[in-house]
Each structure stands twice: as structure tokens, then as C-alpha cells.
């Protein structure tokens, strides 16, 4: 506390001018320059408005007077006035008459004149008779007003004699109602000389009221100015570490009341500084055991972890990723990841992605070779690192070493070709035996009838009779070897697929052949076709077994359908696929078939081999494809192909497809978020 009152002391004694000038001047000079405008604004409207005032009831005695005198002066003694009358009786009489005006009217100055500006009569005898007055022509507005008879008063004018005058015209009308002459009245102004003092009366005022509220505003923001100087220097030395000063400044107003709010605050810094402080000891002991646990669970994983920083220089690298390397993390740790992981470089385009694109890159798997450990089989994904604000600092790579696993995947792949093997040589031994067992009976049956013939029932056959028996063993004959033949052909195709040949087609000419080919007497009446295509493109793919496939899903749609329903043909483009979708409002494939659709020999129409689907789905995949499905019971089915726009090799064997990895592919479709696998059905509502 006593360190506190020194600091509250020494903080109530500090003297900043800077700080005071800038607050005097903001807090002084609007209210002096709002008050000296008030009044200077104020003083002109009264001085404006009392000499407006003056000078209208000035205009108004002016006229008055000088039309008094034009009715007062008679017109037959101004007609009879010539020059040189001055001693004249007539003019005297006239000159007293109007004498005796400018005494009652106590103006300075009565004169009368012609149109030509003559004087015919001049109290002032400034002027003869007759002689031409040349100030009346400043007034010549004012003159011209009075020929128009009207009676107008001049503006202000300042005379020989430094005084303001003014003057008031009237017509002099004659009996006849002509205007004979003008009656001139001037006066001096004097009330302008006291206009003049009471302007300087007030500038006075105005210059002594701006210091009196220069004093005054000086010592009223002094007493404001100084208690917010101590507060501004308890407030900077708030600042200083582990300083919490206090203030006193003894008023009872609302700068005292602040004062004691600015103690109870500094009072809550402190014990809340206190608060923080140890919070922040905790959170830092509690990050640097997180920080100790995640090293820990990084040595941990058995995956390899590589992360790099948004320049590509190597930040993490954890034992098992030295392990699958071959490297130590000293020889990796800020090099850049290009060309600093030898033959595993197919993981710098992994990371490298990550880190320009910011996107996740997907699992990738990749081979490489080691003269003294031979083909070994890498896994690997890169995903962005980003901050607690969402911007990206860097990429991470997890990869695995997966030659065992790969061992095992081909062991699988062997167990699962020799049970397919099985299931085929089974299915085919079914239906071989079946069509020969027929032609056995069929044959048999036809070798009694033929011997059983004799040379009576010759004649009969020969007229015709017993020919229809004979025909029909035949032709049952000829239909179950012909069924044997296709089932063998479809076998063949499919044990043993040809080479694909690529070529470029148009895509829509492909899709008419095949509906062509599909209904070559026309589809039913009852069934509408509906087609829509993006655009009008070329693929690379082989014209007839792209067909072929085409063809088999078009005639499963239709017989799907019957003879009445809604065939739909659709094409899409979705970069980098091309999706192509053959639907119908069929009754739908029913939920116990849907896992054996694309499996040889299956089937549930009369006749049928099981192959065509199967066929199909090895041509699509041959392709770099997938061939899947979405059906709802009662609603139909849309079977999808999906290829990559790419410009494939020449030539791709089937075998290859064999021999390649059968493992389910993941299938994202546009604008959905689903994932479908290319062996796996779904089952989609409509």
C-alpha cells in the first residue's frame, strides 16, 4: 500500500503539457469560436436590422415632406420663375414659403427643378436659377420615377462633408395634371455617425466577452484537464509489469466518482492479472504434457508420418516413416521433399499436391524397387495442415509399407479365382448337360420314329401325314443345339475376351445403333423413348463392344418393361467422367437378386445364359470404367457407365482385367453425396 500511495503521489504530480494543450484546445477553441459567433452574428443582424429600420422610416418622413411641398408650392408661380428672378418678389415669396417648410421639417436642403435638371428654386442659393444640377443625375432612377409621378427616396449617399445624406423626390403637378416640375428634399442622415459608435460599443463587448470566456474556460478545463492527467499516468503505468497505481483526487463531482471507479478497476486487474497468471502456468505445464503425449503417440504409430511446411521442407518425420524410407529423420528434417526421399519419390507428388491445391489426396498405392529387398508395395494419402483460423500452414503424408499385405490380397485373390473357377465350371457343366440330355431324348426319339417307318407310312409321309411330328422332334432338335451354341459362344467371350480396339465414335451414333439393333422392328407403341444428351461428342472406346454392351441393357430394359413404359437414354458430362444412364419404369430387380446381378450365370429369364451382365461389366471395366446400378422395387431400374474422358492405349487386353486387382472400386456420383463400390448393388428410391 505504501509503494501504492507513492505511485497515487507521484502520478498526482505529473505535469504533462502536451497532453493539456491538446485537450485545452480541444475543449477551449470550439466554445470560444461558437460564442464569438454567436455574438458577432448576433450584432450584425441587430446592427443590420436597426439601420434597415432607420433608413425605412427615414424614406418614409422624405416623401412625406417633399410631397407636402409639391402640394404646399403653387404651380403658376413656378411656371412665371425665369432666370435671373432671384431679386424678384415672386421668388422671394416662393423662397420664404418654402423656408418655412424646411424649418418645420428641419431638413437641410428644398429645391426645385425642371426635367432637364434646371434649378428653378434652391434654398442653399448654392444655384442660380436655371443652371443645370449634376448631382440630380446620380439620382436619375429615382428622377425617373418622379417624371412617371411617384414619389421616391434616394439611397445613403456620403456628401462633400464627410456626413451621410439622403434625399426624397416628389412630382409638382400643374392644374392641367402635368408634372411641371420636381420637388427635391434633402437631409442629413445622423443617425448613421451613432450607428457607427454603436458598432464599435459592441466590438468592444464582443472582444472583452471572448477574454472573459478565454479566463473562464482556462480555469474551468484546468479543473477538469488535471484530474484526467492523473488518470492518463495511472493509466500508462498500468502498463509497466506487475504495477497496479492507485488515485486520489479528493473531489465530489463526477471526475471524484471516477476516480474511485478507476481504483475498483485497477483492484479487479489485479486479482484477475493473479487469476490469469496462474491459469496460463497450468495451460502451459498441461500443453507441454500434450506436447510430450502426441511425440509419443507419433513414435507410437506403425504408419509412417512425413509432414512438410508451404514451401515443401521437410518439418516431422517419425521412426517408422525412417523405417519405410531407409532414411534418418536428421538427414530429412528442413531439406526440401523433392528428391530428398530417393526411390519412395512418388510420395513427393502425393504431399506436393496437398500442399498446392489444399485438398486431400487420396489413398494411392505404388511400387518400387530395391536391389537387395526386391518389389515392395508403398500405400500412401496427403491431407492440408491448417491453423485454428483455417489458414493452411503445411501438408502431412501417412503412408505404409504394404508388401505383406499385398502377398496376402493376391493369396485371397488365388483362394477367390479357384472358387470362381469352381462356381463356373459347375454352372457350365449345368447347362451343357441339360441341352445335351434334350438332344439325347430328342434324338433317340427321332431314331424309333425313323425306323418304325414302313413302306406304307413312306407313301403316307410322302403324301404329307405324320410329317408335322417329325418336324416339330426336329426343330426342338435344332433349338437346343442352337442354345448350346450360344451358351458355349457366351462362355467363350467371356473366359476369353478379345483384345479391346479403340476408336473414336460419336457417342450418339453408337446409342442409335444399338437401339436399332435393340428393336429392329421398332419399339412397342406404348413405350416412349426419351433421350437427352449434353452435347454431341466423340469417346474413345471399341465401337462393338461398347455396342455389345449397349445392346444387352437396352433389350434388359425393354422386355423389363413389356410392352408399355418410359425408356430413358441419358448423357451427361461431369469432368473427368463421361456418365451414361439407361433406365425404365419396369417392375424394379427385387432385393434377394440384387447381389447376384452382375454374377455368370445367373438369370431369371426363360432362356437365358447369366452372361450378359457379366460380359457387359468386364467390357465397361476393360474401358477403365465401372457398370453399376440403382433400383427400387415397383419403380424400375437406371443402370450407370461411368468413363474416364481420357484417350486410352490402342489396344487393351481382357486378360489383364483378370489379372488385376478385384477389389472394390469407390464410386462418387455427381452431385450426390453417395459412394457406391463396382461390385455391390444399390438400392435406390425414386
Not at 26 to 43: E, Q
Not at 93 to 121: C, P, S, T
Not at 619 to 648: A, C, K, N, W, Y
Request: charged share 25%.
Amino acid at each position: 500500500m505504501a509503494s501504492e500511495s507513492r505511485q497515487s503521489a507521484s502520478s498526482g504530480s505529473l505535469y504533462r503539457p502536451t497532453f493539456r494543450s491538446r485537450l485545452f484546445f480541444k475543449f477551449i477553441i470550439p466554445y470560444i469560436f461558437l460564442i464569438v459567433t454567436v455574438f458577432s452574428l448576433s450584432g450584425w443582424l441587430f446592427f443590420s436590422s436597426a439601420r434597415e429600420a432607420l433608413d425605412a422610416e427615414l424614406s418614409r418622413r422624405l416623401v412625406g415632406v417633399a410631397d407636402l411641398v409639391a402640394r404646399t408650392v403653387n404651380p403658376h408661380f413656378l411656371m412665371r420663375i425665369r432666370p435671373g428672378d432671384e431679386e424678384t418678389s415672386l421668388y422671394r415669396l416662393v423662397w420664404q414659403e418654402l423656408g418655412k417648410l424646411r424649418e418645420a421639417a428641419r431638413v437641410k436642403d428644398i429645391h426645385l427643378f425642371d426635367r432637364e435638371n434646371r434649378m428653378i428654386v434652391d434654398l442653399d442659393q448654392a444655384q442660380r436659377i436655371g443652371e443645370e444640377n449634376l448631382f440630380l443625375q446620380l439620382d436619375s432612377y429615382e428622377l425617373e420615377q418622379v417624371w412617371r409621378g411617384r414619389t421616391v427616396s434616394s439611397v445613403l449617399y456620403r456628401g462633400r462633408d464627410g456626413r451621410f445624406y439622403k434625399a426624397g423626390y416628389a412630382p409638382v403637378w400643374n392644374d392641367q395634371g402635368e408634372i411641371i416640375a420636381g420637388v427635391g428634399v434633402e437631409v442629413g442622415v445622423d443617425f448613421m455617425q451613432i450607428m457607427d459608435g454603436v458598432r464599435r460599443q459592441f466590438i468592444g463587448i464582443s472582444l472583452f466577452s471572448g477574454g472573459l470566456i478565454v479566463m473562464i474556460s482556462f480555469l474551468l478545463s484546468r479543473s477538469m484537464i488535471r484530474p484526467i492527467q492523473i488518470l492518463t499516468s495511472a493509466t500508462e503505468q498500468l502498463g509497466n509489469e506487475e504495477s497496479y497505481p492507485q488515485v486520489d483526487l479528493e473531489r465530489n463531482d463526477e471526475l471524484g466518482d471516477l476516480g474511485k471507479h478507476f481504483n475498483r478497476m485497477i483492484a479487479q486487474i489485479k486479482t484477475k492479472d493473479a487469476l490469469l497468471r496462474r491459469m496460463y502456468a497450468e495451460e502451459r505445464a498441461r500443453v507441454e504434457v500434450l506436447e510430450g503425449y502426441s511425440e509419443t503417440l507419433l513414435k507410437s504409430i506403425p504408419s509412417g508420418v512425413l509432414g512438410v511446411d508451404l514451401h515443401g521442407e521437410i518439418t516431422s518425420c517419425n521412426p517408422a516413416a525412417e523405417r519405410v524410407l531407409g532414411f534418418a529423420s536428421s538427414a530429412l528434417l528442413g531439406r526440401p521433399v523433392q528428391g530428398a526421399l530417393g526411390v519412395c519419390a512418388p510420395l513427393e507428388r502425393i504431399i506436393l499436391t496437398a500442399v498446392t491445391t489444399g485438398n486431400e489426396a487420396a489413398w494411392e498405392e505404388f511400387s518400387i524397387e530395391e536391389s537387395p529387398k526386391g518389389k515392395r508395395w508403398i500405400g500412401a494419402m496427403a491431407s492440408p495442415i491448417k491453423d485454428h483460423g483455417g489458414k493452411q500452414v503445411g501438408a502431412t503424408t501417412v503412408f505404409a509399407d504394404l508388401t505383406e499385405v499385398k502377398g496376402l490380397q493376391e493369396e485371397i485373390e488365388l483362394k477367390r479365382q479357384m472358387a470362381l473357377l469352381g462356381e463356373l465350371s459347375a454352372g457350365m457343366a449345368h447347362e451343357i448337360r441339360n441341352p445335351l440330355a434334350a438332344i439325347q431324348v430328342l434324338g433317340e426319339l427321332l431314331s424309333r420314329k425313323v425306323k418304325g417307318i414302313t413302306s406304307g407310312e413312306c407313301e403316307k409321309l410322302e403324301r404329307g401325314s405324320g410329317e408335322g411330328e417329325l418336324e416339330a422332334l426336329s426343330r426342338n432338335l435344332v433349338r437346343e443345339i442352337h442354345h448350346l451354341n450360344r451358351f458355349v459362344t457366351e462362355f467363350l467371350i467371356y473366359a476369353r475376351m478379345p483384345l479391346l480396339r479403340f476408336e473414336r465414335v460419336d457417342l450418339i451414333e453408337i446409342v442409335e445403333a444399338a437401339l436399332s439393333l435393340a428393336a429392329p422392328s421398332g419399339v412397342p407403341e406404348k413405350i416412349a423413348v426419351r433421350k437427352r444428351f449434353s452435347e454431341s461428342f466423340k469417346i474413345a472406346v471399341d465401337p462393338l463392344e461398347f455396342r455389345r454392351v449397349l445392346l444387352n441393357l437396352i433389350q434388359n430394359a425393354l422386355q423389363a418393361m413389356g410392352n408399355e413404359g418410359e425408356l430413358g437414354i441419358e448423357a451427361e458430362v461431369v469432368p473427368p467422367l463421361l456418365i451414361l444412364r439407361i433406365s425404365d419404369t419396369g417392375p424394379g430387380i427385387p432385393s434377394a437378386h440384387r447381389e447376384k446381378i452382375f454374377r455368370p450365370f445367373f438369370t431369371t429369364k426363360q432362356g437365358g445364359t447369366g452372361l450378359g451382365l457379366a460380359i457387359s461389366q468386364r467390357v465397361i471395366r476393360g474401358h477403365g470404367g465401372s457398370l453399376t446400378f440403382e433400383t427400387t422395387e415397383g419403380m424400375g431400374t437406371t443402370f450407370l457407365i461411368q468413363l474416364q474422358l481420357r484417350e486410352p492405349t490402342a489396344e487393351v487386353p481382357f486378360a489383364s482385367e483378370a489379372a488385376e486387382d478385384e477389389s472394390p472400386k469407390v464410386i462418387r456420383f455427381p452431385n450426390s453425396n453417395k459412394e457406391l463400390h463396382d461390385d455391390q448393388d444399390v438400392d435406390r428410391g425414386r
